[in-house]
């Protein structure tokens, strides 16, 4: 589990306060709000929060991520974040381990 507006993770099967993302447990990457493809090379905030909504993509397994891919999250305080896949590695029944680049843009006022 992520809150990407802190940032902060946890790992568990409970959910966590804020939390945006959630990863593992037989399921895939997953958001709370709006999660979609975006391109590989950075956006602007605006051309992100735009692909979060377009190009929607709800939940990718582990198994359907390749590294260099990326995508938009827009956070439940509005945030908008980008994520680029750049290390995947096996990890455990739960799903492999992931390491994303990712810029954060908050909103205006916070």
Known sequence: MADLDEPAVESGEVSMK??????????????????????????????????AKANSVGEISDSDMNLGQAFCVITDEDAVVWMKLVKKSPGSVNGDNLTFLATLWKPAGV
């Open 18 to 51: 804020g939390e945006d993302m959630s990863y593992g447990c037989g399921h895939g990457l997953s958001a709370k709000k709006y999660f979609g493809a975006a391109s590989a090379s950075l956006p602007t905030p605006e051309n992100c929060a735009r692909d």
